[in-house]
């Protein structure tokens, strides 16, 4: 049986041949080691813990090595009323956490990189008070989870950049 090439396949594998120079963020090991010499400081505070044990877990923090890069975090907080009822009360949430970090250099303490990331989500408000604590709890925590990853992506693309600029 003979197979020929449609035009689809072949604009397929002409794509895929330009790939032969890609190289995935991670696969470079410095930013790996890099970002595993972060000490982050978080604020004080539910949030605060949450988000920093998702960076610690995110960055893969390495506990034995010195950091060579610390990070202060500044958080905010706010929830908004959404899906209100007849009698006035909130079926929905909206809550916003905005995460601002500053990334210095150690053992100098030189700013290296600044940033703000912001994460929007919504969450059901049960009747049941507990049931509405554990719901705005976990909404705390997904939110918490959101913003570290996206930190560690800015903060990877970020060391990827800066690695290949100091190997030039």
């Not at 689809?8 to 410095?30: K, V």
Request: one cysteine or more; a positive charge.
């Amino acid at each position: 049986m003979k197979r020929l090439l449609t035009p689809a396949s072949l604009a397929a594998a002409l794509a895929l041949g330009g790939c032969a120079g890609f190289q995935p963020l991670y696969a470079e090991t410095a930013v790996v080691k890099n970002l595993a010499a972060i000490e982050v400081t978080a604020p004080q505070g539910r949030t605060g813990y949450l988000i920093r044990q998702h960076l610690d877990d995110a960055f893969a923090k390495n506990h034995s090595a010195a950091p060579a890069y610390s990070m202060e975090l500044a958080l905010g907080e706010a929830r908004y009323p959404r899906g209100v009822r007849i009698d006035n009360t909130a079926t929905r949430y909206e809550y916003v956490l905005n995460a601002t970090y500053v990334l210095r250099s150690q053992p100098s303490g030189a700013v290296a990189k600044q940033g703000n990331v912001r994460v929007e989500l919504t969450y059901d408000s049960a009747d049941q008070p507990y049931a509405s604590i554990s719901a705005q709890q976990d909404a705390q925590d997904r939110a918490a989870q959101e913003a570290a990853r996206r930190i560690q992506v800015e903060l990877a693309v970020w060391l990827a950049n800066t690695g290949k600029v100091a190997a030039r």
